[in-house]
T-cell receptor
Framework: EAGVVQSPRYKIIEKKQPVAFWCNPI?????LYWYLQNLGQGPELLIR????????DSQLPKDRFSAERLKGVDSTLKIQPAELGDSAVYLC?????????????FGPGTRLTVL | GDSVTQMEGPVTLSEEAFLTINCTYT??????LFWYVQYPGEGLQLLLK?????DKGSNKGFEATYRKETTSFHLEKGSVQVSDSAVYFC?????????????FGQGTILTVHP
C-alpha cells in the first residue's frame, strides 16, 4: 500500500512569491491533515479535512494561507505571499476516521525555504 | 490548552544502553497518547500508542505506559541500536471539537554510537 505522497520535497522561493504544496493521501483515507513543523519543534496542525470539508482550520493564517481538497482526495496548501518566517517543513497526514483507529500516517513533508 | 512536554535533548547513548525519554502532558478530557519517530529524511511514523490509563504500548522493543496519576507516557527501550538514531515525538489527541488534532512535544534527538 502506498503511503502519503507529497510534492515537491524541497522548495526555495523569494519572499513575496506564491508557493503551493500538494498531497495525495493513502487510498481510502477520508481525513486529511496539514501540519507545520518549525526547526527543532513538533508539528502543529494547520487544517483538518473530513472528505472535502475543512472541519478545523482555526490555526490556519487565513490572510496568506489557503487550502483546498477537491473531490475529497488530493489536497493543495498555498501561501501567497510567502514571508521569511514561513520557512519550515509542511507535513501532510491522513487517517481513516470511523475505522476504529485514529492513527495518522504522515508523508515525508515539503521543506520550504524563503529567501 | 493541551500540551506535551518532553525531556530536553539531544540524548547520546552507546549501543545496547538503556533508553528513557520522559514525556508529560496536560489535557482537557481523556487523551490518547502516542510516540512518533522521525528517521533522517523520512516522515513521522507511529511507534506506539495507548488509549487509556495503565495501557502499555509496545513496538520494536520500545514500550510506554499511560500513567494518568502522573500524567506521563515515558518511552523506554532496554537495549538501543545504532538504527534507533532518530527524533522521537510524544503526542496526544483528545476528542470533542479537537478530535483528530495531534498535539506534539518538541521532539528528542537520539543518537546511538556503536
Amino acid at each position: 500500500e502506498a503511503g502519503v505522497v507529497q510534492s515537491p520535497r524541497y522548495k526555495i522561493i523569494e519572499k513575496k512569491q506564491p508557493v503551493a504544496f500538494w498531497c495525495n493521501p493513502i487510498s481510502g483515507h477520508n481525513t486529511l491533515y496539514w501540519y507545520l513543523q518549525n526547526l527543532g519543534q513538533g508539528p502543529e496542525l494547520l487544517i483538518r479535512y473530513e472528505n472535502e470539508e475543512a472541519v478545523d482550520d482555526s490555526q490556519l493564517p487565513k490572510d496568506r494561507f489557503s487550502a483546498e481538497r477537491l473531490k475529497g482526495v488530493d489536497s493543495t496548501l498555498k501561501i501567497q505571499p510567502a514571508e521569511l518566517g514561513d520557512s519550515a517543513v509542511y507535513l501532510c497526514a491522513s487517517s481513516k476516521t470511523g475505522s476504529g483507529s485514529d492513527t495518522q500516517y504522515f508523508g515525508p513533508g515539503t521543506r520550504l525555504t524563503v529567501l | 490548552g493541551d500540551s506535551v512536554t518532553q525531556m530536553e535533548g539531544p540524548v547520546t547513548l552507546s549501543e545496547e544502553a538503556f533508553l528513557t525519554i520522559n514525556c508529560t502532558y496536560t489535557a482537557t478530557g481523556y487523551p490518547s497518547l502516542f510516540w512518533y519517530v522521525q528517521y533522517p529524511g523520512e516522515g513521522l511514523q507511529l511507534l506506539l500508542k495507548a488509549t487509556k490509563a495503565d495501557d502499555k504500548g509496545s513496538n520494536k522493543g520500545f514500550e510506554a505506559t499511560y500513567r494518568k496519576e502522573t500524567t506521563s507516557f515515558h518511552l523506554e527501550k532496554g537495549s538501543v541500536q545504532v538504527s534507533d538514531s532518530a527524533v522521537y515525538f510524544c503526542a496526544l489527541s483528545v476528542g470533542g471539537t479537537s478530535y483528530g488534532k495531534l498535539t506534539f512535544g518538541q521532539g528528542t534527538i537520539l543518537t546511538v554510537h556503536p
